[in-house]
């Protein structure tokens, strides 16, 4: 699999196809409209996707389908020019999506994200709270994801890749879930750096050490670009390269949504690696305004 990237200031600085299929999500920002208005704008058609945790299922449209069989239900347009308008859509629905078009023949996909402007923290004025974004309303929990999904126990040696964000409670919570067979040694984390724009990459070191710390992590600090899949990608074989024989990888996307494309590309790609997810609900008006315009290009 090759990812190549296109970065900009605005969508006139990019080199844009036009798209057969466009697929979103939910808008619940500034930069979702103009992402989706963008997606609108340069498809023939658009698909909104929303993925529902509890029942299993996938809500495409007006039709809700087992989320197993999306690929099925994707399976006539695998041979299209595909973009994933991954600002709105989230996780799960970008994983999915795009194991079952891959497993029907999909061999390139285009990929859009917006990065915010500013990320909204709430009105506090304590010193103690500047780095509480609180960008998600509700975090359910981990629950497996159709199709990545691992028994975990301590018959196999499991090691677990955690790319970080700024929301701490998220590892602290997975850390807690699986401390019976996930133990720190077995647990390397990914900050994004450089982040989007210089000064953020405090914000998640600042809000992941005393995780990182209390729970004793020491099975890696890596870091990749916030904005880079690429990078990423790369930063996921060099840690599965370094496994035992026999051992399984787990990746928890909990950082920048460009980290969680990486993370999906690379779990439809290789079967054999199990996911951790959490399911956050995304907070409406979570950020102001765009930055920069990245449209990515994956070849399997």
């Not at 808008?27 to 029942?55: H, K, P, W």
């Not at 078009?101 to 990320?119: A, D, S």
């Not at 994004?192 to 005393?210: D, I, T, Y």
Request: net charge negative; glycine share 8%; aromatic share 8%.
């Amino acid at each position: 699999m090759t990812i190549s990237m296109q970065k900009a200031s605005a969508p006139a600085g990019l080199e844009i196809p036009s798209w057969d299929t466009a697929i979103t999500g939910p808008v619940v920002d500034d930069r979702g409209r103009a992402a989706v208005a963008f997606a609108r704008g340069n498809s023939a058609t658009v698909l909104t996707i929303q993925y529902d945790e509890v029942a299993f299922e996938m809500s495409i449209g007006d039709e809700r389908i087992n989320a197993e069989e999306v690929g099925d239900h994707l399976r006539s347009r695998a041979n299209g020019r595909i973009l994933f308008e991954t600002t709105t859509l989230g996780f799960v629905e970008t994983f999915l999506c795009c194991r079952g078009l891959r497993c029907n023949g999909l061999k390139k996909l285009h990929l859009l994200y917006v990065e915010p402007l500013t990320y909204n923290a709430p009105r506090r004025s304590q010193v103690l709270h500047k780095r509480d974004f609180e960008l998600s309303d509700i975090v359910p929990g981990y629950r497996a994801i159709p199709g990545a999904a691992f028994h975990l126990s301590g018959l196999k040696t499991q090691h677990a890749v955690f790319f970080l964000g700024y929301e701490e409670h998220r590892l602290g919570v997975a850390l807690e879930d699986f401390q019976q067979t996930l133990p720190p040694e077995n647990c390397s984390v990914i900050f994004g750096v450089p982040a989007f724009q210089p000064g953020w990459e405090m914000n998640s070191f600042a809000n992941n050490v005393r995780v990182i710390r209390s729970k004793d992590i020491s099975g890696g600090i890596h870091f990749c670009g916030a904005e880079n899949p690429a990078a990423a990608v790369d930063v996921l074989e060099e840690v599965r390269a370094s496994l035992s024989p026999g051992g399984r990888m787990l990746v928890a996307p909990i950082g920048t949504k460009p980290m969680g494309i990486a993370a999906a590309l690379f779990a439809a790609e290789n079967l054999d690696v199990g996911l951790l997810y959490d399911h956050p609900k995304r907070r409406a008006g979570r950020s102001s305004e765009s930055s920069s315009w990245h449209v990515y290009e994956a070849t399997f």
